[in-house]
């Protein structure tokens, strides 16, 4: 079992920076593949990014290509997600998952769930 805890969203102007991280216990989140999702009001859940186990290996959707940063420290048990030049339609509240495969997470399907952060950008 793994209890994940978002934190690091908040009210940030368009242009912006903000960084989130999820915090993971119970289980080392070491052996997990990791993601950051988000919902926008109104609108079905997204891909953000993607790690994998050892970081070295990172994925993201397009429209935060260039401007968001996935990363992890497994000494810390913790995934971060670096924000920059934020836009109005990066509004949304932001989740992480994992889960012991690659596939559920690219598919959206992780085992495992944060409540998620609220991140609002401000034009």
């Known amino acids: 079992q793994v209890q994940l805890v978002e934190s690091g969203g908040g009210l940030v102007q368009a242009g912006g920076s903000l960084r989130l991280s999820c915090a993971a216990s119970?289980?080392?989140?070491?052996?997990?593949?990791m993601g950051w999702f988000r919902q926008a009001p109104g609108k079905e859940r997204e891909f953000v990014a993607y790690?994998?186990?050892?970081?070295?290996?990172?994925y993201y959707a397009d429209s935060v290509k260039g401007r968001f940063t996935i990363s992890r420290d497994n000494a810390k048990n913790t995934v971060y997600l670096q924000m920059n030049s934020l836009k109005p339609e990066d509004t949304a509240v932001y989740h992480c998952?994992?889960?012991?495969?690659?596939?559920?997470?690219?598919?959206?399907?992780?085992?495992?769930w944060g409540k998620g952060t609220l991140v609002t950008v401000s034009s």
């Open positions: 790690i994998n186990m050892s970081g070295l290996n990172t």
């Open positions: 998952s994992c889960d012991r495969n690659y596939i559920p997470i690219r598919q959206g399907r992780g085992a495992y």
């Open positions: 119970g289980r080392t989140s070491s052996t997990y593949h």
